[in-house]
């Protein structure tokens, strides 16, 4: 009895220590909402086990009804897994081939679709231009444009565009091969299996439940997408998926690895990104934003921790709530989130050279550092990431160079000056930030992948 006192006691100290954890998170949450950069559904998991759970703020512009935990909330770009996974589900059944052509299901479309594969389309490297989303009201508006559509940006596998007609043509397929819209294959073979009971696909204002996004001037953002298909999710549901996609409910470890793992560095898969271990899910990380939305996964199956954040007023933050998370998980000092700094920047970065929109942030850092994070090495990395964007290279270098002087020991921000000088295509220079990448930071796969290329 003594030895088995002596196994069990370590655990029990150790939920009563993650229990005592949950003021700590709440009192975090309630702060950022009284500061105006938090409104929505937290929820924390710990060893399988969920330990923190709440609502906070309102539910739309009126202000007038409170958030609840049962209430909905769109996804963004999170929703596009459900599509991923059912392609997959489709290749496990051998009802088609990741090789296949898109041709082979929707004939209709342009010799192009001869050339892009289903793999193209989940890894992004179809070659297709976004939709044309000032014209597109419809399903049939997008697919008339694909048909009209004379050539692609470049050869399907030789380059990587995130964008929705990707999204769009596995939709459609998955409806060619199984003979039901998309939505109810979702319904059906999806949410229902997986219990999430309390999700709706495409849902309206009519939804009592359904979160209504807003923005900081209490502009209420309309649930219209040119679009069909994106499934909105409570956080009991949001969890459960994870769930499902961590203990394999739907697919095979190998399938997963498929749609886990992007076709390169700093791209996006069908399942966002992570990391497998053998036949076991070391992390599966994904963000989503849509209209005002904003979402965060952040799951390490093995350790049973999971983080999920909903917002219906985007701030660009939840990555700093993530980080403030884990600290508090860890028994660490952490940093208060604040406002996102890139919305001081917002509209500027066509007119502004990276040098000088660096004097206007050291201008602003003095004067609003006390409600904008100007702590974390992420404000500088997104503007320099929109730089990369607007194909402004040259400045997101300059933006790049000087976050490695604020935070030199971060190897986020070399791994992110090292892409910078790779698509300028100065390989020595991407080489070297890579590699310090990887000194400062031992578990950057991206950085591993680039270094071997490189090497080459």
């Known amino acids: 009895m003594k030895k088995l006192l002596l196994l069990l006691l370590p655990a029990s100290l150790l939920a009563s220590a993650v229990t005592a954890q949950a003021p700590e998170l709440d009192s975090m ?28 703020g309102i539910a739309d512009a009126s202000g007038k009804t409170p958030l609840t935990t049962d209430h909905r909330f769109h996804i963004g770009s999170i929703a596009k897994e459900f599509n991923a996974v059912a392609i997959m589900m489709l290749k496990a059944q051998g009802k088609l081939k990741l090789e296949d052509k898109v041709s082979l299901y929707l004939p209709e479309l342009p010799a192009w679709a001869e050339k892009i594969s289903i793999l193209n ?37 030789t380059n990587y565009a995130y964008n929705n007609n990707n999204v769009f043509l596995q939709r459609r397929i998955i409806e060619k091969i199984t003979g039901i819209a998309f939505n109810e294959f979702v319904k059906r073979y999806l949410l229902e299996p997986a219990g999430m009971n309390h999700s709706i696909i495409d849902p309206t204002e009519k939804d009592e439940l359904m979160a209504i996004s807003f923005t900081d001037d209490r502009q209420s953002r309309s649930l ?19 769930t499902s996609i961590n203990t394999f409910k ?29 036949d076991s899910i070391i992390l599966h990380i994904h963000d989503g934003s849509s209209l005002s939305y904003n979402a965060l996964l952040v799951d390490y199956p093995v350790k049973g921790l999971t983080v999920i954040l909903l917002t219906n007023n985007r701030q660009d933050n939840l990555y700093d709530f993530n980080n403030a998370i884990q600290a508090i998980l860890d028994g660490r000092p952490y940093q208060q989130p604040k406002k996102s700094v890139g919305s001081l920047f917002k509209g500027k970065l066509d007119s502004l050279s990276g040098k000088q929109l660096l004097s206007l942030y050291q201008q602003l850092k003095k004067k609003y550092s006390d409600q904008y994070n100007f702590d974390n090495e992420a404000a500088l990395n997104m503007i320099g990431y929109d730089y990369l964007g607007r194909k402004k290279v040259d400045d997101a270098i300059v933006i790049f160079e000087y976050n490695t002087r604020l935070f030199p020991q971060s190897g986020n921000v070399f791994d992110s000056l090292g892409e910078a000088y790779y698509r300028k295509g100065d390989k020595q220079k991407a080489l070297l930030n890579y590699k310090r990448s990887l000194e400062l ?11 071997e290329e490189l090497g080459k």
Do not use: C
């Open 121 to 157: 389309l989940l890894q992004y490297t179809s070659g297709l231009p976004d939709l044309n989303w000032k014209t597109a009201k419809s399903d049939a508006d997008i697919m008339q444009d694909l048909k009209d559509l004379k050539q692609l940006n470049f050869e399907p596998g």
């Open 441 to 451: 930071d031992p578990s950057n796969i991206t950085a591993k992948q680039v270094i």
């Open 29 to 56: 949450i309630h702060r950022a909402n009284r500061l105006g950069v938090f409104n929505g559904n937290v929820l924390v998991a710990d060893h399988h086990q969920v330990i923190y759970k709440t609502a906070i």
């Open 250 to 278: 739907f697919l095979s470890p190998a399938d997963t690895r498929t749609i886990l793992y992007p076709a390169g560095p700093n791209k996006q898969s069908g399942l966002g990104g992570g990391e497998m271990k053998g």
């Open 224 to 242: 219209f997408s040119p679009i069909s298909g994106w499934t909105a999710v409570t956080l009991d549901d949001f969890y459960k998926w994870a």
